[in-house]
């Protein structure tokens, strides 16, 4: 079963082909294409010439038909596009313009090949009160033929009895819509699943599966004050917990894709999502990066842009300042690739895996030293994993376990696991068919049952989207490997010089050593001491003796420096800190006196237009007034020529000319 990888992930042929079918081209009796407009009609057409036939090589229609010159020159128009481009956008077309495409044509796709029907709609015994009870499992078929019974629980009602198998525990509750691409996380014993790709359509909804009594459960998001309460759907994103009650969701593909990173936090509280206000320069919005909680600081590498440009950046946020910093790595770093796997090891060494470009999968190995910020490509040993992209991974202590995947031919069917100290890998279990474990953009997380470790997987996309939960109890346990100082390191038998250069700090290092030479005189001077005295001179003795005071000296001064040297850093840190609150307290007075100063500009334009007004009061006043003036006088020298009102009243003859 071929497939192909696209921006969202892997697109099977035989998806493109039902697509086709679906569409009118071919020979089915099913065509639709009437439906779509002549514009989409004709993309639709070209794609499939393109991906079926490739490039346009055929000479243009000499025929006057309209409807032929069209087709010709929107073939001919998508030039040396490469094939499994092709199938990406006609599929993708398609669901833009009949999202409902792909529920109606079940029979144009096969159905799965599963040995063993999965129980889904049985409910499962309910636990008592701080009990936490699995529920009953059936297995998934394996490679070598090892299966377990119905009942895996028949010594001990409730437990996983069964090392590095997978099976399927019977679930209740509404399912979740099955999707890839989602992101899941634990939290109290409960999974929560947020988002995820749905037949080519993006979604927003938080799911939780109760790993107590396995009943599934749907959030019901609340507004915030002046928020709708709803969050953005997206594919692609990264799903982080923190302090115990949020959920930090960071990055993803979207419709309607902003610039930069987006960061959301979800309160388990209150049950709502609110955006996280971020400093410094975010990095550009992508989808299919990985992210990384070290620490107080997540670290996110790589992943594909909105204009499907494959990165191989670094970024680190600091959950404490909440500020952005891009990294200046030095090392060949790995190349730009989308849905790889990430993980750290002994809370120093960032370990990327596989993933993938729009043609080509990797099953290299890099690891960054998160001290030096130096990439290195060691050698891996073992039974070293084919290529993948799409995969998921956990990591339990010392050991990195791999689940699905693709490699642009078949669903990955391997379950492996990367011991992080020697870097050899090994094959966990190998499971059969066409199952959802065997798929790209399912997720991976682990949880806990009677003290022992669990990994459940959910959902994936191998043709079909899953909606499925499975389980394994994995027998390799934790042996984190640990040098002479106490901090543990990548074994320098597996290739990776320069990512095991500087486990330890140079105080460490010279302490140790001084001590280990100071312990081995001491032993030499002992073992003189024991021996018979006529062999040792006392000169050799005293010799030895001052050389042990003088290195004990020179580890007592190197001591007094390393902590002078930790005690400026704390107070450099200090200072550090006290500079940015007040970095962060001056931004907020430049804020308020930003706004403060546009107001004063809004008053200043509002007097300067009231000036204006008043100046143009002013002078029809003034005309006013000397119209005042002009009839006061004419009426003077009315009244003076005519003996005025009162004597025209009178009958008093107006004076004559003499």
């Known amino acids: 079963m071929a497939m192909v990888r696209a921006s969202s992930g892997l697109a099977y042929p035989d998806r ?74 006609f599929v993708k077309i398609l669901e833009e313009e009949d999202p409902g495409w792909y529920s109606r044509i079940s029979d144009f796709i096969p159905e799965p090949v599963v040995d063993v029907e999965m129980n889904h709609n049985s409910k499962a015994d309910l636990p008592t009160e701080n009990e936490i009870t699995l529920p009953e499992m059936k297995t998934i078929p394996t490679e070598n033929g090892n299966s377990v019974d119905k009942d895996v629980t028949e010594e001990v009602v409730g437990s996983v009895g069964v090392y590095d198998q997978w099976v399927a525990p019977s ?43 396995w009943t599934w459960s749907k959030v019901e998001v609340k507004a915030n004050s002046g928020d709708t309460g709803r969050v953005t759907p997206c594919a692609g994103h990264s799903l982080i917990p923190w302090e115990g009650n949020k959920l930090i969701s960071i990055a993803g593909h979207s419709k309607d894709a902003s610039e930069a990173i987006n960061v959301k936090a979800f309160d388990l509280q209150t049950y709502s999502w609110s955006n996280m ?20 600081t997540l670290v996110i590498f790589g992943g594909q842009d909105g204009n499907r440009t494959l990165l191989n950046d670094l970024h680190i946020l600091d ?100 011991n992080m100290s020697t870097l050899s890998w090994s094959v966990v279990t190998t499971v059969q068919g066409r199952v959802p474990l065997a798929s790209e953009g399912l997720s991976l997380v682990l949880s806990s049952y009677n003290g ?57 290092e010279f302490e140790a050593g001084q001590e280990a030479k100071v312990r081995e005189i001491s032993m030499e001077n002992n073992e003189l001491q024991t021996s018979e005295v006529n062999e040792v001179s006392e000169s050799t003795l005293a010799a030895l003796k001052a050389e042990k005071e003088e290195l004990e000296s020179a580890l007592s001064n190197e001591k007094s420096q390393s902590n002078e040297l930790k005690q400026q850093l704390i107070e450099a840190e200090s200072k550090n800190s006290d500079l940015y609150k007040e970095l962060q307290s001056l931004r907020v007075q430049l804020a308020a006196e930003q706004s403060r100063c546009f107001k004063l500009e809004v008053n200043v334009a509002e007097l300067r237009q009231k000036l204006q007004t ?30 005025g009102v009162w004597g025209w009243l009178a009958g008093t003859p107006p004076p004559t000319d003499a």
């Open 16 to 89: 493109f082909y039902a697509a086709a079918t679906y569409a009118g081209f071919g020979s089915s009796s099913n065509a639709v294409t009437s439906k779509f407009s002549n514009d989409v009609a004709l993309l639709l057409y070209a794609l499939y010439q393109q991906a079926t036939v490739g490039p346009c090589n055929v000479p243009k229609p000499r025929s006057w038909s309209p409807v032929e010159q069209s087709k010709w020159t929107s073939w001919n128009g998508l030039g040396n596009m490469a094939s499994s481009e092709a199938m990406r956008l």
């Open 171 to 213: 679930v209740s509750g509404p399912r979740p819509k099955p999707r890839y691409e989602h992101a899941a996380t634990v939290i109290d014993d409960k999974m929560y699943i947020f988002g995820g790709n749905h037949n080519g359509r993006y979604l927003n909804d938080l799911q939780i599966l109760d790993l107590r009594n």
């Open 277 to 296: 206000k971020t400093y410094g320069k975010p990095p550009v919005s992508r989808g299919g990066q990985s992210v990384t909680l070290v620490g107080n």
């Open 319 to 418: 959950f404490e300042t909440m500020t952005w910093d891009e990294i200046d790595t030095i090392g060949v770093s790995p190349s730009p690739r989308a849905d790889h796997a990430a993980a750290v090891h002994a809370e120093r060494y960032l370990l990327i895996f596989g993933g993938g470009t729009h043609s080509t999968c990797f099953n290299d190995l890099h690891v960054l030293d998160l001290k030096t910020m130096e990439w290195s490509k060691p050698s891996q040993q073992g039974e070293i994993p084919s290529p993948r992209a799409g995969h998921a991974g956990v990591t339990i202590g010392e050991s990195w376990f791999i689940v699905g995947g693709g490699d642009n031919k078949s669903g990955v069917s391997e379950t492996v696991v990367l």
């Open 452 to 508: 022992e470790d669990i990994l459940v997987s959910f959902g994936g996309y191998n043709g079909r989207y899953n909606n499925e939960v499975n389980l394994l109890k994995p027998s390799y346990k934790s042996t984190l490997q640990t040098t002479g100082s106490g901090v543990p390191a990548l074994d320098s038998a597996s290739g990776a010089q320069n990512a095991t250069n500087g486990t330890r700090d140079v105080d460490l």
């Open 614 to 643: 008043m100046d143009a009061l002013q002078k029809e006043v003034e005309i006013l007034q000397r119209q005042k003036a002009a009839s006061e006088e004419a009426y003077a020298k009315q009244k003076q020529s005519s003996g």
